[in-house]
Each structure stands twice: as C-alpha cells, then as structure tokens.
C-alpha cells in the first residue's frame, strides 16, 4: 500500500512538471553558464587566467580558503552612500579588481561563505560594469568543504592586473524615481519583485504592487541554489515570465543579486536591481507604502541585506 502511494504521488508530480513545462512558451537566453557545482572548483585551480575570489571575512580567509584565492571582502566592492550597501563607483570597482590581478580578459571564479550571497552581489557589480565572463560556486564555502577540496592558509603572491571598467549599464540597475513610476502607474509585464521574507512584509509593508517571492526560495536545504528548471517552473507558477521587465529589492539589494543570479542564469535577461531598495524607499519620507489589512507595524529584527 505505502509503495502504491508513493508510486501515485510521483506519478502526479511528473504530470506536474509536464503540464508546467508544457505551459513555459517563453524564450530563454543561454543558461547554466555561470553557477558551477563545487567539485568543478578543482578544473580552475592553478589554471593560467583564472582568479579565484574568496568573499570570506578577512580571518577567515587567512585561516582557511582554496589554494591561490584571492581576497576580496564584500564591503570593499560597496559604499554606504546615500544609504548602505549601494554599488561603488566605476573607480573604486576598476581598483578594487585590477589589485586582485583581475584584468579583462581574466576569468573569475567566486566563493563566498555560503548562501551565496557575497559572490552574488560581486558577481552583479562585475556585469553591471562590464565583465561577465564570471562564474560562481554554489553553495560556497560549506559546499567546497563536501566536495572535498583541500584548503591552505598560504597566502598568494598578487600580481596586480589593469582591469578597465565600463560605465554602468543601466540594463541592470534602477533608481527610484524608476521604481517610484512602476508603483504609481503599473503596467502589465512589469513585475516589482520583493525578495524580503513575508515576515518583514507583515511588519514593514513593500512598495506598492510589488510581488513578493523571498530569496530563500532559490535554495535547497543544503544552502545550494536550486537548478535552472526548478528556478523557471518556481517562477512561472508565480507568473515570473522571461519576458518580462522585473525590478528586484531587498532591505538594501543583496539577496536581490541572489535572486538576480538564479534568473539570470536560468536564461532571464530584463532583469534590474533597484539598488537603494527598502531603505532608501523608506527614508525619503514621500513614498508610499503598502501596508497588509490589519497589519500592525511593529519593530522587528530584520535581516541586514
């Protein structure tokens, strides 16, 4: 009896996914060519024009991290300028990349502490400046350690790089008067993407006609992301279509650039981060806000990013 049951639940969840699949008329641009599972870490160790990036905090780094990577701290690729975790400027990223030996022919692989979170939004500053060939662990350091990559504490001789950064392409990012326009006229297949939990929705509100889809739901319970087919039916059930324009937000946009990331390389290219996001929203003073019927804001610990 219990093997029938399980027989028929599986029958209905591949009818599931036909139907869903089925359904999907969208056109996709090239995925899967930027999140890479761990084990595939070790083809790029030692490889001439490869960087690896290790996004740990500094002494985590010095105790512990892949052979040959380099260093670079989140905060060293943001400012807190007109609010915190906004994207550095065209200077400071030229800098901060060309001192990793980061150059623009340089292929760049990136890890971070897990979640991916750190390599996400890096990942995002590279494009939105123009270096894209870019890939990202998944799953991070916890996923490295599984795969049984050996670590070192022997700190890389760096070889400065000249890396030359191109304006930033507004392709991927808005601002809020952008934002601000979206919420006071919507407009179909325009989607306001809130990646906050529905937690902070309850106590805090959204932008008006945002969709609310927590970044959390792009993981598996091991902390990877999940893979390009799962992102698209997860998406398309919730009407995320390729073709559509989507803003995404956050407290201060770094889950956004997860969410970004799983979109992007599972084939979605109108994609923007509305980088002053939840912060910078609500702290103008003259932007609405839409508050849950018989919501009662309240303080709350919220997530930092």
Not at 36 to 47: M, P, T
Not at 49 to 63: C, H, P
Not at 181 to 200: C, F, H, M
Request: hydrophobic share 40%; with cysteine; charged share 25%.
């Amino acid at each position: 009896m219990k093997k029938e049951i399980r027989m028929l639940a599986l029958g209905l969840c591949l009818c599931m996914l036909m139907t869903l699949n089925g359904c999907d008329t969208s056109t996709y641009a090239a995925s899967d060519e930027i999140i890479i599972e761990a084990k595939r870490l070790a083809e790029y160790i030692g490889q001439e024009g490869v960087v690896i990036v290790d996004m740990q905090a500094e002494e985590d780094y010095a105790a512990a991290h892949v052979p040959g990577a380099v260093n670079i701290p989140v905060g060293s690729v943001l400012v807190n300028l007109p609010v915190e975790n906004m994207l550095a400027s065209k200077g400071k990223i030229t800098g901060v990349l060309s001192g990793a030996g980061i150059g623009n022919d340089t292929r760049v692989v990136i890890y971070d502490e897990g979640r991916s979170l750190n390599a996400s939004r890096l990942w995002w500053s590279m494009l939105v400046y123009g270096k894209d060939d870019v890939k990202v662990v998944n799953g991070g350091m916890p996923a490295i350690q599984r795969a049984g990559i050996e670590m070192t504490d022997t700190l890389p001789e760096v070889v400065p790089a000249e890396f030359t950064a191109t304006d930033r392409k507004g392709d991927y990012t808005a601002d809020m008067r952008a934002v601000r326009a979206k919420a006071d006229d919507p407009r179909e297949g325009v989607i306001l993407l809130d990646t906050r939990s529905n937690q902070e929705y309850l106590d805090e509100g959204k932008i008006p006609g945002a969709m609310m889809i927590d970044y959390m739901n792009n993981f598996y319970k091991d902390g990877t992301l999940i893979n390009t087919q799962a992102a698209r039916i997860n998406y398309i059930e919730k009407g995320v279509r390729a073709e559509s324009e989507v803003i995404l937000y956050c407290r201060t946009s770094m889950r956004a650039a997860v969410t970004f990331l799983r979109l992007y390389d599972a084939g979605y290219r109108n994609l923007k981060i509305y980088d002053g996001a939840w912060v910078e929203w609500t702290a103008s003073g003259a932007n609405p806000v839409d508050m849950p019927t018989g919501a009662n804001p309240a303080a709350t610990v919220r997530d930092g990013s």
